[in-house]
């Protein structure tokens, strides 16, 4: 069963994502960037699949992040870049 190693895992990441962001807003510090757009998808993965992101930090990032306008018209696009 991969379901266990897979949450232990993601708590893993979660820990070191809560690291890297610090203080900073975005992944790479004040700017968004691509990097922020993956992490975010992976956020939106994980919360759909109820993976438990035990961070207010990385809580509030992902909220950060799938929140921006651009997001919302891509999906409204259904992702297609116009």
């Known amino acids: 069963d991969v379901g ?3 949450a232990h895992d993601f708590a893993s990441e979660v820990k070191a994502l809560d690291r890297r962001l610090g203080d900073k807003p975005f992944a790479l ?3 968004f960037s691509a990097v922020d757009v993956l992490l975010g998808d992976m956020g939106g993965w994980a919360r759909a699949g109820r993976f438990p992101v035990d961070s207010d930090r990385v809580n509030a990032y992902f909220d950060r992040v799938l929140s921006r306008p651009a997001r919302s018209r891509a999906q409204a696009n259904g992702g297609a870049m116009k």
């Open 29 to 31: 510090g004040d700017r």
């Open 4 to 6: 266990p190693a897979a």
